[in-house]
């Protein structure tokens, strides 16, 4: 009696198992396939934002009157300079040093 119902319940959990593994993979292939429909798009978009934003296109705009374009004053640049010149080659140098009383 005992091996009979171990016997069906090894039986039952195969067969749970095994339409477990089918969902299982027929609902990867569905989200496999959404994947892929996500990267066409994705792809489409990729090419329609370069479209949109090449030099052309832009210009194009430009003349249309889509854009503005005003150009940069000489207030609005800043300009860096370096923070001190490049030391000579026999010239005094300031030395830190961080050893005190030796």
């Known amino acids: 009696m005992v091996m009979t119902a171990l ?3 090894a039986g039952l959990s195969y067969v749970y198992l095994t339409l ?10 569905a989200l496999e396939t959404v994947l892929a429909g996500l990267r066409k798009q ?3 978009a990729n090419v329609q934002i370069a479209a949109l934003t090449s030099r052309s296109a832009l210009q194009r705009r430009l003349k249309e009157g889509y854009l503005k ?8 640049i800043v300009r860096l300079a370096p923070i001190r010149p490049a030391p000579e080659e026999n010239a ?10 030796r």
Do not use: C, F, S, Y
């Open 7 to 9: 016997l069906a319940v």
């Open 92 to 101: 005094i140098r300031p030395v830190a040093n961080d050893q005190v009383g």
């Open 20 to 29: 477990q593994l089918h969902w299982l993979g027929d609902r990867q292939k």
């Open 69 to 76: 374009m005003t150009p940069i004053t000489e207030q609005n």
């Open 42 to 44: 994705n792809d489409v």
